[in-house]
């Protein structure tokens, strides 16, 4: 798909990974949509920075694991832009807890933003894409989701959970011209890991066969290259500078 004049909705766009996406997107003409959580200011700079590019930026405040906000919010991005081409489903939390420390409420949470919140918005998006009879969505999964990992077993969870997602909605949709896939990153230098002690991330780093994290724009290089192919469908890209192959 060519991503000029192409609308994007990207979830959790304000910072890291998301942040690093529009922009890499609006560089090559694609006009963003940007949901957010609760940092309005940091989702203003996005939206002034694409703006700069010529390309048009509008944010939203939306907590995607409401059903309701989600259905409300894609209705107003539809009524603003005139159409949905791409979605990022990206939005993601890590609640780093161990089994015995693990409660309800941080396992319900974390399932219902990393998880339900992807639900949310490809319910809401699919049925227009399916109008206009095309259409692309990616999701971020995580190394978690294929590995277990050091973010806990809520994070790990949702994020095999993304995958599962992923290839069921890439098997309903291609011969509607809506192709699914999924990225898998490795730790990746974001708000996401500033949790771990300084410790926790020398020792990832060690783990990564070239010995850093991922920066969020080599994340985004990998997004963008799912959403311009257009024979691949189902795939989860690891993106983790080989620590892990499958
Ligand atoms: P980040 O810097 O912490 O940014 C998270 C983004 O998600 C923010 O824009 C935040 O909005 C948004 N968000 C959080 N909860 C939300 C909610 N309920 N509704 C809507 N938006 C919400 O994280 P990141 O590292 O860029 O992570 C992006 C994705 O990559 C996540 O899915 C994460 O699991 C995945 N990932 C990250 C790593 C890593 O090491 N960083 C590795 C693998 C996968 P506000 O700014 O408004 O809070």
Sequence with gaps: MEIKNKVVVITGGSRGIGKATGIKL??????????YASSEDKAKDVKEEIDSLVTNCKIYKCDVSDY??????????????GRIDILVN??????????TGMDEEAWDRTLDVNLKGMFN????????????????????????????????IAYASSKAGVIGLTQSLASELAEKGILVNAVAPG???????SG??????????????????????????AIVFLIENDYVSGEVINVNAGRYMN
């Design 187 to 193: 730790p990746v230098y974001t708000d996401l890991v």
């Design 26 to 35: 609006a560089e090559l003409g694609a006009h963003i949509a940007i949901i």
């Design 90 to 99: 990206n939005a993601g939390i890590a609640i780093k807890k161990e089994i």
């Design 196 to 221: 771990l002690t300084e410790e926790a991330i020398k020792t990832l780093e060690k783990l990564s066969p070239i010995g850093r994290f991922a920066h969020p724009e080599e994340i985004a290089h």
């Design 68 to 81: 309701r906000e989600a259905e409300k919010s894609v209705s107003q991005i539809l009524k603003d832009f």
């Design 121 to 152: 918005m490809c319910r809401f998006v699919v049925p227009i894409m399916l109008k206009q009879g095309q259409g692309k969505i990616v999701n971020v999964s995580s190394l978690a989701g294929r590995n277990g990992g050091t973010l806990g």
